[in-house]
């Protein structure tokens, strides 16, 4: 919130895992964004994948308005079998959840969002891949992607 307790607008951040802790990399980089993001005096959700079964961290709760955790998708060795022989990245389907693209749709559509800030490769395909969101959400707010570490 600004200074005078208004917002400055809405951001809702897609993350590949729970940016606490943020003791390096990924999760450093995603947390101290969503801080500098809710410092500007914008209102910060967030969706991500994590273990339910654990309570959301103080230093998370203290910048969301709204959390999502969704759990990890497992995929097994012959759905990696099956990625692999036909070409396709693993990138592409590792997070493949129809959970996780269930629960972000409602938050769009229950909600307005000003930006829509995608973490990872891993998470376009929510995105651009088969089970994209509709393309009434885009419409909505401008989205971007961030790519960490791209594989060769």
């Avoid at 060795?77 to 693993?90: I, M, N």
């Avoid at 229950?110 to 959400?137: C, H, T």
Wanted: aromatic share 8%; with cysteine; net charge neutral.
């Amino acid at each position: 919130m600004s200074g005078d307790g208004t917002t400055t607008g809405r951001v809702l951040f897609v993350m590949p895992q729970m940016p606490w802790p943020a003791t390096q990399g990924t999760a450093l980089r995603n947390f101290h964004l969503m801080k500098a993001v809710a410092d500007a005096g914008f209102e910060v959700d967030l969706i991500a994948f994590g273990d339910t079964r654990l309570s959301i961290p103080v230093e998370i709760a203290a910048l969301c308005r709204v959390i999502e955790i969704v759990p990890v998708p497992m995929r097994s060795l012959v759905a990696r079998l099956r990625t692999f022989l036909a070409g396709e990245p693993d990138l592409a389907w590792r997070l493949s959840s129809p959970e996780f693209s269930s629960r972000l749709d409602s938050m769009l559509r229950e909600r307005e969002y000003d930006v829509v800030q995608i973490e990872g490769f891993e998470m376009a395909g929510f995105l651009l891949g088969p089970g994209a969101l509709r393309r009434e959400a885009w419409d909505r707010a401008p989205w971007t992607l961030v790519g960490h570490r791209a594989p060769r």
